[in-house]
Structures are given as C-alpha cells and as structure tokens.
T-cell receptor
Framework: GESVGLHLPTLSVQEGDNSIINCAYS??????FIWYKQESGKGPQFIID?????DKRQGQRVTVLLNKTVKHLSLQIAATQPGDSAVYFC???????????FGSGTRLQVQP | KAGVTQTPRYLIKTRGQQVTLSCSPI?????VSWYQQTPGQGLQFLFE???????NKGNFPGRFSGRQFSNSRSEMNVSTLELGDSALYLC??????????????FGEGSRLTVL
C-alpha cells in the first residue's frame, strides 16, 4: 500500500554521494522540527529532530540544519545508500500544541 | 518490543457507512495521535489522546472522532463516509507527556477506500 503523493519533488543521487533535502516552514512560532522517512507501504520513521535553540544537530550519517531567520530546514545524508530511497518529510510543532504539521515531502531516489 | 499495531490494514466501505479503526501503541506509551495521509493533502493531524483525554484536535469535521482506553489503546471512527475520506490513516504513539510531541512512532496505517 503506497501512501505518498504522485507528484512529489524528486531528488535523484548516485550511491555514495551526499544528499541534501530542503524544507521551508511557515509558522514562526514553531520550536520543534523533525525529519521522517517513509518507505512504500510503511508508516513514517523518525530520523532526527532539532529544537529551535539549536541550528545544527548530527546523527548517524544524517545532519539537520535549521535556519530560523529564513524558516528553512535541511536534511543532509552522507554517503547515500540504496536503502535511503524513500519519501522524506519535514514536520514542525510548537510547545503546547502536541501535533505535527508535515511538509509535502521529497522523494529521494538513489541510483546504484 | 512490539511497534505500533493498527487494524485492519485494508478495508473497503461505501459512501454513507461508518468505520472504526484501532491502534495499539507501543507498550508504555500513553500518548496516541492520529493522522490522515492522502496524495492531495499529505499528512494531516486528526487528534491526540493522553490518558484517555483528547488534548488536541485538528481541523476535521465532527464525523471524525476518536477515543482512548485505559490501556492506552485507541480507536478512531468516521461516520457517514464520503469518497474524500479514502486515505491512509496513521496512528502514532509517544511516551512523552510533555508539551511537545516528542518522537512519534508510527504504525503502518489502515488504508481505507470509500466507493
């Protein structure tokens, strides 16, 4: 059961290259941001999060950058692998809301 | 430990009918959220429950309702189904009782088709 849109922007990269997925958010009150990965037929899977008091956070092979001035979020994936092929969503929230507002998603295709 | 379990995985209904979807959160998680995913609207928040209380609700009509039981299991109901209700309904659980959502763990969803 696929669960993602038919006309998502697509980023195509070669295996081993670095990938950068961008996201613009609209709510200046948002103070918590998350990146999710969704593979076909599955629910979104948490990748990494960042709070608004930070501008960079690193995980395993992933880095999230937050630019509050221009309300921009990016996800960097190092040494992209075929298993990274999926749709990536950014999401935002703010203290007290207890709900996420998701972006429209970007499809990442990794060419072997 | 077991992840978030949603049942049924697939179902087909006709317009005007009602449907109930079930979600069992990860053991120990007390917060359960529901999201609707469609190609046109993407992922949209429906509601969130914590300790059997609805704490937040998204911008959906009253036909969409939910509840949470004392064991944290949750159900959502959609009455008087419309074609536009066809979607993947995702349940997510979280341990966090705090003001933010915390890390949400999603189930694989219930795909509803309305004919």
């Amino acid at each position: 059961g696929e669960s993602v849109g038919l006309h998502l922007p697509t980023l195509s990269v070669q295996e081993g290259d670095n990938s950068i997925i961008n996201c613009a958010y609209s709510n200046s009150a948002s103070d918590y941001f998350i990146w999710y990965k969704q593979e076909s037929g599955k629910g979104p899977q948490f990748i990494i999060d960042i709070r608004s008091n930070m501008d960079k956070r690193q995980g395993q092979r992933v880095t999230v950058l937050l630019n509050k001035t221009v309300k921009h979020l990016s996800l960097q994936i190092a040494a992209t692998q075929p298993g990274d092929s999926a749709v990536y969503f950014c999401a935002e929230s703010n203290t007290g809301r207890r709900a996420l507002t998701f972006g429209s998603g970007t499809r990442l295709q990794v060419q072997p | 430990k077991a992840g978030v379990t949603q049942t049924p995985r697939y179902l087909i209904k006709t317009r005007g009918q009602q449907v109930t979807l079930s979600c069992s959160p990860i053991s120990g998680h007390r917060s359960v959220s529901w999201y609707q995913q469609t190609p046109g609207q993407g992922l949209q928040f429906l509601f969130e429950y914590f300790s059997e209380t609805q704490r937040n609700k998204g911008n959906f009509p009253g036909r969409f309702s939910g509840r949470q039981f004392s064991n944290s299991r949750s159900e959502m109901n959609v009455s008087t189904l419309e074609l536009g209700d066809s979607a993947l309904y995702l349940c997510a659980s979280s341990f966090s009782p705090s003001e933010n959502t915390g890390e949400l763990f999603f189930g694989e969803g219930s795909r509803l088709t309305v004919l």
